[in-house]
């Protein structure tokens, strides 16, 4: 299987996440995957979304990014390094998005790579979204820690749902394109429980990415569930956010 691995952290080897991802490099390696990283701070990757990105512009007068995208591909003047991450999502099978949760959300260094990387009418758009997404087909899991303890994540927690907070990327960004979504991972207030957590932890990711073939998806709402008000039809299931695989 090949890999994708898109890794924001910006301590680059002293930290809980730094040594999770080095297992996870170990642990795909020896399983026989193949294996690319991007860690967007060791790369200094760009993550500001703006007309730099556009050598030509179909609307000068005022930046319509995403429009300028889709315009940008048409004419293949996409710039060198968005050029470089389409080509490691397109390359892999299975995508994994690794990063510490800042405010429920990403770095804003991932948070860019996503605005400038996610290009109107190749991964999303002119029909593309959903099930139809442009990166169909794939894989993907979310793979992040947290200050908080589990039960402060618990549907009835003080912090919510976990899926909750991860729904803008679970559902609004993986399968949004197309991916087949797997449980994230999580690792709860490492820094606190200590070394004995933190190598269960280790071990526990290592055992997830061994079993990702057998690994069974979250489910979501396909398009054709949905009527052409864009509201759930009368008798689809509705499922919530913390509905278990099925």
Known sequence: MKVFILYAHPEPDASFQ?????RGVETLKSEGHEVVVSDLYKMGFNPVASADDFSIRRFPER?????????????????????????????????????????????????????????????????????????????????????AYPEMFEPDGVMGDINVALWHLHNGTLFYTGFEVLPAFVAYSPVFLGQEACDKYLNDYSTRLKNID?????????????????????????YTTHTPPT
């Open 18 to 22: 730094a040594e999770l991802h080095r």
């Open 63 to 147: 930046l319509q990014y995403d429009r300028e995208q889709k315009f940008a591909v048409d004419n293949d003047a996409l710039p060198e390094d968005i050029k470089a991450e389409l080509e490691k999502i397109f390359w892999c099978d299975f995508f994994i998005v690794q990063f510490p949760l800042y405010w429920f959300s990403t770095p804003a260094i991932l948070k860019g790579w996503f605005d400038r990387v996610f290009v109107n009418s190749v991964v999303y758009g002119a029909g593309k979204r959903y099930e139809t997404g442009g990166l169909k087909g794939r894989k993907a899991m979310v793979v992040t820690s947290c200050g």
């Open 214 to 238: 057998t690994t069974k998806p979250m489910k979501f709402h396909p398009l054709t569930d949905f009527g052409p008000d864009f509201k759930l039809k009368p008798d689809a299931v509705s």
